[in-house]
């Protein structure tokens, strides 16, 4: 709650949260914002989802999903898609190969209608190319993917180069060149026949091969390997990262092979729960690998200039695995979810001012949605249920649309402290959030802070403004909370899908009120465990800009 002095404060935690929440709250944490200057563009580098699986999106189901990632601000960047080459081969009566992309078309379309630009994925291999055409992965949806290498490397590299000219001829070199073209998808894993490393710098080289001879300028990457494997085993990295920067090419024999971003996959944890050596998934963890990832691209002076995509990331790995296989899957349920996101978009602005390691274009990946729930709130690492119940994630996410576009400077957060701030302003606006951020209380048990919040503006006495004070936590912006307390019921009736909806959007903490420029400074905040707000303080334009 936001108030000015303590009788207020203790008075509103006592009568709503009891004495034992009162117990829990620390001393007043002091956060001053200086909104007089900027300090940076603040672009949404957080706002880029993956479609998965990408066959979704020939349904409603997967058209709906586009649009309220859209509508929702989850994704005002990128959007990630296969390519899936096996559905576009035909073949002629002589054994000719060609191609019809009108199905990629179709989903590429409903993409670029949302504002957003496309990371395409060159992943399936056409059965007719296939050196091992049984190869085979099966989705949880059952369908069937093509993992072999092809029997002849001219006829991928024929393939790269046929869906370069295609799309290039259909939405023009000036919009493709905003996109990224990628080769393969975790090939360490059961992405790639035998998970041979040797193999995918083959099919790399013919790829970037194939794309660069019909437009050098449209930006190309590998190899996506997978989080945990990639923190157990940074030499398959660097594998790869040897090969580019001084391997011989497999397709042209050079020295090196062309690259434009190296592509990554990071996670806060693994299969639902924590990463290597960690009981629970940890935004802190999430940062150590960008930050080891950027050292170990670093070590090669030719590439210290290419950036990292983040292709993949989110709470933990492992989309389907939920609360009935492991019970820290219910951070991804819960306001967890939505403190994790705000906590790591925090962590990465200071990396960015305090050192900027050239990681960018962080991709969630909401890969829960292969698999069909049977239920609502059952973990999986999507943004909405069964019966279209939004988790507090996706309010994160709107949370965040609402943010001005220039960062301004914020001091008072110790860097290691559960509540971190970072805010922004434009002509009329300064918001500021604020997290409370604590990895270890997956039941969001943990304790209150309370923070004495200043913010300096350039507004004179005379400036009429109005704040409104977003919340997401266990009491606001929380269908799950609304779900518990309807009894978690496998089956809701209308009512209470309802009454569940009903709780699910972003929420105000207390209604919008007008307040002056003097109580700008010694406002107080109460923060709960993984509790999330976002300050929006707006002035009336005729007399600010006076």
């Not at 041979?196 to 990457?221: N, Q």
């Not at 997956?442 to 913010?455: C, F, H, P, Y």
């Not at 899908?497 to 700008?520: C, D």
Request: positive net charge.
């Amino acid at each position: 709650m936001l108030m000015k002095g303590f009788n207020k404060l203790w008075l509103y935690v006592a009568v709503c949260c009891g004495v034992s929440a009162l117990a829990q709250t620390v001393s007043v944490l002091p956060v001053t914002v200086d909104a007089t200057q900027s300090l940076d563009k603040l672009e949404p580098f957080w706002a880029s989802q993956i479609i998965h699986p990408t066959e979704s999106l020939e349904a409603e189901q997967g058209q709906a999903l586009l649009r309220l990632l859209a509508e929702a601000g989850a994704a005002r960047q990128f959007v990630r898609i296969y390519n899936q080459p096996e559905y576009a081969a035909r073949v002629a009566d002589d054994g000719t190969v060609t191609y019809d992309w009108s199905r990629f078309d179709k989903m590429a379309e409903m993409i670029l209608a949302t504002g957003n630009r496309l990371k395409v994925v060159f992943f399936g291999m056409p059965k007719i190319l296939a050196s091992h055409p049984k190869s085979v992965m099966r989705r949880s949806t059952g369908v069937k993917v093509c993992i072999s290498p092809p029997k002849d490397y001219r006829q991928w590299e024929a393939l790269c180069a046929d869906f370069t000219r295609h799309v290039i001829a259909k939405y023009g070199r000036d919009e493709v060149t905003r996109w990224t073209f990628r080769c393969w998808n975790e090939p360490d894993i059961g992405f790639w026949h035998n998970k041979d490393l040797p193999e995918y710098l083959k099919l790399y080289d013919y790829f970037a091969k194939g794309v660069k001879s019909v437009c050098p300028e449209i930006m190309i990457g590998g190899p996506a390997l997978t989080s945990t494997g990639t923190y157990t085993k940074p030499q398959n990295l660097t594998f790869f990262l040897d090969h580019v920067s001084k391997g011989t090419n497999h397709a042209t024999g050079a020295v090196g092979s062309p690259i434009d971003f190296i592509a990554v996959h990071t996670y806060g944890g693994s299969g639902g729960g924590g990463g290597p050596g960690r009981k629970y998934p940890d935004v802190a963890y999430l940062i150590e690998q960008h930050i080891r990832l950027a050292d170990m691209r670093d070590k090669y002076p030719g590439l210290r200039n290419i950036p990292i995509h983040v292709e993949e990331w989110g709470e933990s790995s492992g989309g389907t695995k939920g609360v009935e296989t492991r019970a820290s899957a219910v951070i991804r349920n819960s306001e967890y979810g939505a403190a994790f996101l705000v906590a790591w978009v925090e962590r990465h602005i200071r990396m960015r001012q305090e050192h900027d390691r050239n990681i960018t274009a962080f991709t969630f990946c909401a890969s829960g949605y292969e698999k069909f729930p049977t239920k609502d709130f059952m973990g999986y690492r999507t943004l909405h249920t069964k019966n279209g119940f939004h988790k507090p994630i996706l309010n994160a996410y709107r949370l965040l649309a609402r943010l001005a576009d220039e960062l301004v400077k914020v001091e008072g957060c110790p860097a290691e402290g559960p509540v971190a701030a970072f805010a922004a302003r434009d002509a009329n606006k300064v918001t500021v959030v604020l997290v409370n951020y604590q990895a270890d209380q997956i039941e969001n048990n943990g304790a209150s802070q309370t923070v004495r919040l200043n913010v300096k503006t350039a507004w004179t006495q005379g400036v009429a403004l109005k704040l409104r004070h977003w919340r997401i936590d266990r009491a606001h912006s929380n269908a799950f909370t609304a779900f518990k307390e309807a009894g978690s019921p496998e089956n809701p009736t209308a009512e209470e899908i309802a009454k569940i909806k009903a709780r699910m959007g972003l929420e105000l903490l207390e209604p919008e009120k007008k307040i002056s420029v003097g109580e700008l400074d010694g406002m107080l905040v109460e923060i709960p465990c993984n509790a999330v707000s976002l300050l929006e303080i707006t002035a009336e334009m005729s007399r600010a800009s006076k």
